[in-house]
């Protein structure tokens, strides 16, 4: 195997299963968190959510275009072309809705009560995530409808023009309306969000620097020392989203430009869209002392039972 694929096959091999260990770890956590106490806290249910959304987007994508690295072809027919893009396009548009709205939410949980209408909008905010979760679902699903029509298994011959060659499956849009629809509609609600989460991330900074200012004015309860450190928590995430959501952009404008996109360059681009997945459940549980304290109990728990059965054993010899 050339020393090039190897490399890039390793390197994907090593994004998914990060990315799906560490997702698959804030899932469990939050699940247990859940179990032990009576609510989960609108931040901490978007996390979880996020969570699952980038667990999805990595064993869609991620999984299959590890495998067509590495040389298996003929992955999917045309019918799992269809469910599997379609999915992934939820999925990746989920990602970006998800982050804007725990960067949103958590701006309106730390704000100062200007008014009755704010005070009001704060006491609703834990029956507003669920309509919430329901509208982006519904949101994404109807933009991102075009997948499913246009996917097909790739075909033996060359890649037809305005067609998006993603390896294991194929995006064929026919013609350029198509196409141009097709992007415009998703660069728009891409753009839109991430507009919405860096203003909400914005005024977040600006109330940390507050805060950093008058800390023994405003830290009078542990709740409030809690709420800006999940602040800043979502900053983090906000930043890490828009580093590769940048990088993810500046190839795709480079790929629009070029009449043939080099192999490596369409490689890269997946690569970088797919690392805010990877690295994002990470960072949660670097942050996040609800979910380190968590896995230190589960590991804290799995020692002893080991401990145990190692005392059970050694009283039978």
């Excluded at 994004?15 to 247990?32: E, F, K, P, R």
């Excluded at 930043?239 to 959501?245: E, G, Q, R, S």
């Excluded at 681009?269 to 549980?285: E, G, K, Q």
Aim: hydrophobic share 50%.
């Amino acid at each position: 195997m050339d020393l090039c694929i190897t490399i890039k096959g390793v390197s994907f091999l090593l994004q998914t299963g990060l990315g799906i260990m560490g997702n698959v770890l804030v899932l469990a956590a939050y699940s247990h968190i859940a179990f032990a106490e009576p609510r989960l806290q609108p931040v901490d249910r978007i996390m979880a959510h996020l969570a699952f959304a980038n667990l999805m987007l990595l064993l869609t994508r991620g999984v299959p275009q590890t495998m067509t690295v590495f040389g298996m072809r003929h992955l999917l027919d045309d019918a799992g072309c269809k469910v599997v893009i379609y999915a992934y396009r939820i999925s990746r548009a989920l990602s970006v809705c998800l982050t804007c709205m725990l960067s949103v939410f958590q701006a309106l949980t730390i704000a100062p009560a200007a008014g009755p209408q704010l005070v009001k909008l704060k006491a609703r905010l834990p029956q507003l995530v669920v309509p919430t979760f329901v509208g982006l679902w519904l949101l994404n699903m109807a933009v991102c409808i075009a997948a499913p029509f246009f996917s097909i298994a790739p075909r033996n011959g060359t890649v037809p023009a305005f067609t998006l060659n993603l390896g294991f499956c194929h995006v064929d849009f026919r013609d350029n309306l198509s196409y141009v629809i097709n992007g415009a509609a998703v660069s728009g609600r891409d753009f839109a969000f991430v507009g919405l989460l860096l203003g909400s991330s914005g005024y977040i900074l600006v109330l940390l620097h507050k805060h950093s200012k008058q800390v023994r004015a405003i830290r009078r309860s542990q709740g409030s020392s809690m709420e800006m450190r999940a602040a800043k928590t979502v900053v983090m995430l906000v930043v890490l989203y828009a580093v590769f959501f940048g990088i993810d952009n500046v190839i795709w404008i480079y790929m629009l430009t070029v009449a043939q996109v080099p192999g490596v360059v369409a490689d890269m681009r997946v690569f970088f869209s797919s690392c805010y997945a990877t690295l994002s459940p990470f960072l949660m549980i670097s942050s996040n002392k609800k979910l380190k304290e968590r896995m230190v109990c589960a590991a804290g728990e799995h020692k002893q039972e080991s401990a145990e059965e190692s005392t059970d054993k050694s009283n039978l010899k």
